[in-house]
């Protein structure tokens, strides 16, 4: 059973910065490709951001290219969200996922796993 948890989360006004955490448990994590999404209310959840097996490549989604940095550290089972120069509309739900078969995924239907999610608001 694979298990993801996320941490991280809060409140913080425009302009501030948040890092995500992503712990992944119960297999091997380091063959796991790794995204993050999120989700406003009344819309759709949406990617982020995403991140290969090795950690050598990565995506960012255009709204936060610049702002937000995806990594990981395999040997804590560990995927991070770095963001930067928050703005209000960054406030979502954050999640992250896991696919078991490496690559950069950008659709929610790719991935095996999620995790339950981090509320991320952003005050003007």
């Known amino acids: 059973q694979v298990q993801l948890v996320e941490s991280g989360g809060g409140l913080v006004q425009a302009g501030g910065s948040l890092r995500l955490s992503c712990v992944v448990s119960g297999r091997t994590f380091s063959r796991y490709a790794m995204g993050w999404f999120r989700q406003a209310p009344g819309k759709e959840r949406e990617f982020v951001a995403a991140?290969?097996?090795?950690?050598?490549?990565?995506s960012h989604a255009d709204s936060v290219k610049g702002r937000f940095t995806i990594s990981r550290d395999n040997a804590k089972n560990t995927v991070y969200l770095q963001m930067n120069s928050l703005k209000p509309e960054d406030t979502a739900l954050y999640y992250c996922?896991?696919?078991?078969?490496?690559?950069?995924?950008?659709?929610?239907?790719?991935?095996?796993?999620w995790g339950q999610g981090t509320q991320v608001t952003v005050s003007p």
């Open positions: 991140i290969t097996w090795s950690g050598g490549s990565t």
């Open positions: 996922a896991a696919k078991d078969y490496d690559g950069i995924y950008v659709y929610t239907r790719s991935y095996n796993y």
